[in-house]
């Protein structure tokens, strides 16, 4: 398996409401990375994982809250999003990243209405 | 600090025209390249990389090499294909740093 599943691929949240993103990787990757694009831009870092611990925070706001429950898994839980906050966000996973490089997911596109 | 620097898009090429998109980077220490392609809709996939000078990186007939002394990673292709319009991003990372710095993206059209 030499993939990054996402999903859901798209989800629309009022709000107010909470909902979580899914990340899986089963490449043994020890690094796992939370990125959020917006339109016609490279993709921003919001969170590093390594060895399941919290690494980076490139100062992400409170309503955007990440877990790693295992070395498979990211989540991002959402809650009281902004409709500024639409965009696509991905998830990336790395080993020996200077070599092989991030393998990225497809993304969740996320629309707040 | 890091910074990757792509020429200005949006490009359009007629099919079987030969590409080049530009890339220059500032970083400390030997940084690795990478070429990534993002198709509409989709995530990003790793075209290319090269993690010393020198290096030509090599995928679906686009080449790039590690030119250290001008600092560059240049995409090129010999005859793109309608199927290769995508957005391409030019991007770095250096050892021990977790952050893979981006460029600012080209977005590539080919015309039948």
């Known amino acids: 398996d030499t993939e990054v599943t996402q999903t859901p691929k798209h989800l629309v949240m009022g709000m107010t409401n909470k909902k979580s993103l899914k990340c899986e990787q089963h490449?043994?990757?020890?690094?796992m990375y939370w990125y959020k694009q917006k339109a016609k831009k490279p993709p921003e870092l919001m969170f590093v994982?390594?060895?399941?611990?919290?690494?980076i925070n490139e100062s992400v706001p409170s309503r955007f809250s990440p877990e790693c429950p295992n070395s498979s898994l990211l989540n991002l839980h959402l809650h009281a999003l902004q409709p500024e906050d639409s965009a696509l966000y991905l998830c990336?996973?790395?080993?020996?990243?200077?070599?092989?490089?991030?393998?990225f997911g497809s993304g969740t596109r996320l629309t707040v209405v | 600090g890091n910074s990757v620097t792509q020429m200005e898009g949006p490009v359009t090429l007629s099919e079987e025209a030969f590409l080049t998109i530009n890339c220059t980077y500032t970083?400390?220490?030997?940084?690795?390249l990478f070429w990534y392609v993002q198709y509409p809709g989709e995530g990003l996939q790793l075209l290319l990389k090269?993690?010393?000078?020198?290096d030509k990186g090599s995928n679906k007939g686009f080449e790039a090499t590690y030119r250290k002394e001008t600092t560059s990673f240049h995409l090129e292709k010999g005859s793109v294909q309608v199927s290769d319009s995508a957005v391409y991003f030019c991007?770095?990372?250096?050892?021990?740093?977790?952050?893979?710095?981006f460029g600012t993206g080209t977005r590539l059209t080919i015309i039948p």
């Open positions: 970083a400390t220490g030997y940084p690795s």
């Open positions: 090269a993690t010393k000078a020198d």
């Open positions: 994982y390594s060895y399941e611990k919290l690494s």
């Open positions: 990336a996973s790395s080993q020996d990243r200077e070599v092989y490089g991030y393998t």
């Open positions: 991007a770095l990372v250096n050892f021990g740093n977790e952050k893979l710095t």
């Open positions: 490449m043994g990757h020890r690094a």
